[in-house]
């Protein structure tokens, strides 16, 4: 019976790598297509802002208000929630 390690006139046992040879291909692609492609367009499943709120938006200006020191944490919470709460966005503990 012939078998894939039969030395004597067969494949011999190096069609065994062909099956890795195939991965690293594919893993290459992939590190090339994430690390130059995609790079900056965020790609098909993370969002394109990053998460972050938008530069004119009322939560953006409220943070940026905060980290230059024009308001303190405790002005930014209750100013938070009043957005949230007309923006309809989750509490900092519980769901919309």
Partial sequence: MQNLADW?????PWILFFPLIWAAVV????????????RGRGGPWRPRDGGRPAGDSPLAV????FASGEIDEDEYWRRL?????????????GAA
């Fill in 27 to 38: 893993i290459g692609a992939a590190t090339i297509l994430r690390r130059t492609g995609l």
């Fill in 81 to 93: 929630s009043v957005l949230e709460e007309q923006f309809g966005r989750a509490g900092r503990g």
């Fill in 8 to 12: 004597g006139g067969g494949p011999g």
């Fill in 62 to 65: 409220l943070g940026r208000r």
